[in-house]
């Protein structure tokens, strides 16, 4: 039987009942939505990053409270939806509750809930697995079997950890659609932007620190207390794409306007905090978005972002990201890399053909101990070896392959091309930063593909 109520997805003895899903997010709902996501924004600032206020001040509790009970009544009504949206919008919250993140915490709810739902209605999409899963288990897999010959217990945990983080994120991505409508992924991945933005812009003009010695201490001026300016601007950088999309395609004009405030917010994020890899793919990945639009006035958006980005760079405030280029102190970073990559290739040298083992990086003994190589191919090829770098590779294939494979007519083959910038931003911006490395950014990497590939595919499936 068809679900076409006007409350769909209410958790309860109706969320569990079998059915076949139908994804329509409600006025009512989207209302809800919007008011628990500025109360969660709200409160993610203020108690993250706002002069530095802690969760157990006074203050900190009350603005906790408030969200709480703002989005609290939503929240056990459509559980699922305030989870994906809950999920992304939580990524800036710098404390961790029993050794997990909040994101993680709300990631591992949603997949028990989606396995609830599935088994209830024994829905064939609960086992049956993507291609893209596929090859993704079989790197994961080939890295969990190095644990053999890893000497750091703990280390090797904690890449099992954020490998299993990316594997969840694919599984929930890719089965969305059976859950929530497009809409309320779409929200939590605005949200997801919307507060890492604020937070890092928040973090920074609280500092009390003069321009000058910002820019000497990047790091320390956007940390939200699992990275600082690059790996903000990195999670910030995959989402660029598809919030274009968002914002030229969605139906609703509010969301449109709101979508262009969330990226003139990223556009201003990356210009001040000033990471040059980010930044410059940032613009490339601008241009190429509406160089390869499908609308007849492709040339004008090209040309209007090329003034709109260039305006900002000619700006006061890209100055220090203008220095970036220039400055030998700055520059002496390259050289920095360089070393970096060499020693890397040893250590891949030293441990060939299978690779030193998960996370045994930062406690191998050579020259690199504890400094990250700043490319994740030479991280693959290091730890895991030649198998782990072919496993990888095939990953990249089959998900490229897939995005190839996307619906013919123009909404589809726009999102499909975001997809596509989105994918080469990624990987191109592996080559020279941490980026897989990091939980976050793992777990936001296959939530962003499995899910816009989910719904880009299947808008409804029988179960």
């Given at each position: 039987m068809r679900r076409t109520g006007a409350d769909p997805y209410a958790f309860g003895v109706t969320f569990l009942t079998p059915r076949s899903v139908v994804a329509v997010d409600t006025a009512p709902g989207r209302r809800a939505l919007l008011v628990s996501l500025a109360a969660v924004v709200l409160a993610t600032v203020v108690v993250g990053v706002w002069l530095g206020l802690g969760v157990l001040s006074l203050p900190g509790l009350l603005v906790l409270a408030i969200a709480l009970v703002v989005g609290g009544?939503?929240?056990?009504?459509?559980?699922?939806?305030?989870?994906?949206?809950?999920?992304?919008?939580l990524f800036p919250l710098p404390f961790m509750m029993r050794a997990l993140w909040p994101l993680e915490l709300t990631t591992f709810a949603f997949a028990a809930l989606v396995a609830v739902q599935g088994a209830v209605w024994r829905a064939p999409w609960l086992t049956r697995l993507e291609d893209v899963e596929v090859a993704n288990l079989a790197y994961v897999g080939w890295a969990l079997f190095t644990g053999f010959w890893c000497g750091d217990g703990s280390e090797y945990l904690t890449g099992v950890r954020r490998l299993l983080l990316g594997v969840t994120g694919l599984w929930i991505g890719l089965r969305l659609r059976n859950v929530v409508g497009r809409r309320s992924f779409e929200l939590g991945l605005t949200g997801c932007a919307t507060t890492l933005a604020i937070s890092a812009l928040v973090r920074r003009s609280s500092t009390g620190l003069s321009e000058k010695t910002l820019l000497l201490h990047r790091d320390v001026a956007t940390d939200l207390g699992y990275g600082g300016a690059n790996f903000i601007a990195t999670l910030l950088l995959v989402l660029t794409p598809l919030l274009l999309v968002m914002a030229r395609r969605s139906v609703s004009r509010l969301r449109r306007v709101a979508t262009w405030g969330v990226l003139v917010l990223i556009a201003l994020v990356q210009v001040l905090i000033a990471s040059r890899a980010a930044s410059v793919l940032f613009v490339a990945g601008v241009l190429a978005f509406f160089g390869?639009?499908?609308?007849?006035?492709?040339?004008?958006?090209?040309?209007?972002?090329?003034?709109?980005?260039?305006?900002?760079?000619?700006?006061?405030?890209?100055?220090?990201?203008?220095?970036?280029?220039?400055?030998?102190?700055?520059?002496?970073?390259?050289?920095?890399?360089?070393?970096?990559?060499?020693?890397?290739?040893?250590?891949?040298?030293?441990?060939?053909?299978?690779?030193?083992?998960?996370?045994?990086?930062?406690?191998?003994?050579?020259?690199?101990?504890?400094?990250?190589?700043?490319?994740?191919?030479?991280?693959?090829?290091?730890?895991?070896?030649?198998?782990?770098?072919?496993?990888?590779?095939?990953?990249?294939?089959?998900?490229?392959?897939?995005?190839?494979?996307?619906?013919?007519?123009?909404?589809?083959?726009?999102?499909?091309?975001?997809?596509?910038?989105?994918?080469?931003?990624?990987?191109?911006?592996?080559?020279?930063e941490p980026t897989f490395q990091g939980p976050q950014y793992q777990l936001l990497h296959f939530w962003v593909f499995g899910g816009w590939l989910g719904y880009a595919f299947h808008s409804r499936e029988r179960t």
């Open positions: 009544t939503w929240l056990l009504t459509r559980l699922p939806q305030a989870l994906v949206v809950l999920g992304p919008t390869r639009s499908v609308s007849r006035r492709r040339w004008l958006a090209v040309g209007a972002a090329a003034v709109g980005l260039g305006g900002l760079l000619a700006s006061p405030l890209s100055a220090g990201l203008l220095a970036r280029f220039t400055s030998v102190r700055d520059m002496g970073s390259i050289v920095v890399r360089i070393w970096y990559w060499r020693e890397a290739w040893r250590r891949t040298i030293a441990g060939f053909p299978w690779g030193i083992g998960l996370g045994q990086g930062r406690v191998w003994p050579d020259h690199l101990q504890h400094i990250d190589p700043h490319d994740y191919w030479l991280f693959v090829s290091s730890e895991l070896g030649v198998i782990g770098v072919v496993a990888w590779l095939v990953v990249l294939i089959v998900l490229w392959r897939r995005i190839q494979r996307a619906p013919g007519d123009d909404v589809g083959r726009e999102r499909a091309h975001a997809l596509h910038v989105a994918f080469w931003l990624s990987q191109l911006h592996t080559l020279v």
